[in-house]
């Protein structure tokens, strides 16, 4: 992530929104009081290395505040906003935003530079600053889950463990190089766009109960979806050599990790592609079966563990080259047309007893690699999507066209339905 972060502002928002109405000094008092009582000052990172040190002492916190219905082009500033200063100081890893929300309710906001923390940390984080806002947390102690301390790292298993996971990721490299390109702008162009969509319970039953019946995870359909919502872009792929098309997706790795360890603050995560021909006229369901299969020799191999082995062996071929050639190893060598990264945020809040929680909202930048990412946060027994979307790689009307049919792909009935 810090060497994406030299080519393209890589950050991540959460936003929750609480079911009372909370006022900006309020919450600015209730952050002040986390940050300091759990020890947070100011960060400082080693490219070259991948370290971070922690500093002492920061400035006041001053949430912004923001209007009715300004939340996403809020979301979207904070995407924008590059972190860290260029000359490697110290610097204040968070930054806060709070406005109202429907019926007296009110969003409270954080953007973070995700090379710091993962979802899971930052929306305990959130939650606890949240749960102070409302009273529902009371006292002075701060869960040891907020607490900056060493990074978190995977574990990588024996020696005949990493041989098979890196012959495994070298076999996922080595297919979707074989994927059509998506589009990429010439220039070095970083805007992210941002937009939100919330499925309605009826909606988001409707994708479950599918991805049940053909006995496939949600994931494999959210994947599946992607895949063919993106086809119709890449019409010309047929008949060249490039025809297949890959997306990826971000997982949780804190379930690898020692029980002690699985609720520190940190960083955890790992990735795995998915590449497929998707020839024209298949169905939703051969299309999310066929994924299924990958994904469950993906987890039987734990190849999202050798994420940690790519990311190093990344940042020692590609750190010492100019910035243009790294831009240019991700347009034409990691031809990835879209993430999907998933949270369900309804068993924290659970087992924090947070009730004030109404909704929650998550987006992470775009990046160096690929045109764009939805975050989908489950709450409630809804689905929630922050779409970011890299604007110079695909117009806003045709990703919206994307947005649209991924939607209607889990939700609408297919039969009679054509999406390729």
Not at 144 to 171: F, Y
Not at 316 to 332: A, D, H
């Amino acid at each position: 992530m810090l060497q994406w972060n030299r080519l393209h502002p890589y950050n991540a928002v959460h936003a929750v929104r609480v079911s009372s109405g909370v006022s900006p000094e309020c919450f600015r008092h209730e952050i002040e009081q986390v940050l300091d009582r759990s020890g947070w000052g100011r960060v400082s990172f080693d490219p070259g290395r991948g370290l971070c040190r922690f500093h002492p002492g920061r400035p006041a916190i001053q949430p912004r505040v923001i209007g009715e219905n300004a939340l996403e082009g809020e979301i979207e500033s904070q995407l924008n906003e590059p972190f860290p200063p260029g000359d490697g100081a110290p610097f204040v890893p968070f930054r806060f935003f709070c406005g109202p929300g429907a019926e007296g309710s009110t969003w409270l906001g954080l953007g973070y530079f995700h090379a710091l923390a993962d979802a899971d940390s930052i929306t305990r984080l959130l939650l606890e600053i949240s749960g102070r806002c409302t009273g529902r947390v009371p006292g002075d102690r701060i869960p040891d889950a907020l607490l900056p301390g060493q990074p978190l790292k995977a574990p990588l298993g024996n020696p005949w463990q990493i041989w098979k996971r890196s012959l495994g990721a070298v076999r996922q490299f080595q297919r979707m190089r074989g994927s059509h390109r998506p589009p990429f702008s010439s220039g070095p162009c970083t805007r992210n766009r941002f937009q939100s969509l919330f499925l309605s319970p009826a909606e988001t039953a409707a994708a479950m109960a599918r991805a049940r019946h053909w006995e496939v995870t949600l994931n494999d359909l959210f994947l599946a979806a992607l895949l063919l919502a993106v086809a119709p872009l890449a019409r010309n792929r047929f008949p060249t050599a490039r025809s297949a098309l890959t997306a990826a997706c971000v997982v949780n790795l804190r379930g690898s990790l020692p029980p002690t360890e699985r609720e520190r603050f940190g960083l955890c995560l790992g990735t795995f592609t998915v590449t497929h021909p998707v020839p024209e006229g298949i169905d939703l369901e051969t299309l999310a079966r066929e994924v299924h299969a990958e994904t469950s020799r993906i987890k039987k191999e734990n190849l999202s563990l050798g994420a940690a082995l790519t990311f190093r062996a990344s940042r020692f071929m590609l750190g010492r080259l100019p910035m243009e050639k790294q831009r240019n190893f991700y347009r034409k060598s990691y031809p990835v047309w879209g993430s999907v990264t998933n949270l369900r945020v309804d068993a924290l809040c659970h087992a924090l007893g947070a009730s004030e929680t109404a909704d929650y909202l998550r987006a992470v930048s775009v990046g160096p690699a690929m045109p764009f990412v939805i975050s989908i946060t489950g709450i409630a027994g809804r689905l929630n999507l922050g779409i970011s979307s890299k604007p110079s790689a695909i117009p806003p009307g045709k990703m919206d066209g994307v947005v649209q049919r991924f939607v209607a792909l889990l939700t609408v009935p297919e039969k009679g339905a054509s999406w390729n």
